[in-house]
């Protein structure tokens, strides 16, 4: 819920997912890590990028973040 609060905050937790997951991307990539796992990251990748589209609209962002955690989770 607090998450949901305002747009701004909403979005810099969003940014914050993204970076954290783009550094685990990079050490993947780096590692030479298994296709499989950069998949997996550029999925839940794609999951931050379009909750944050959803963001900046008018939708409820509770909702947005609980829908934003299952999707990570279950990639």
Sequence with gaps: EAWAGDSDHAGATLDLLAG???DRLRGTVLEHGGEGSEKKLLGQL????RARDIAETTANKQLMFEQLLFN???R
Excluded: P
Aim: aromatic share 20%; with cysteine; glycine share 0%.
């Design 20 to 22: 954290w997951f783009r």
């Design 46 to 49: 794609d999951a931050i990028a």
């Design 72 to 74: 990570i989770c279950s």
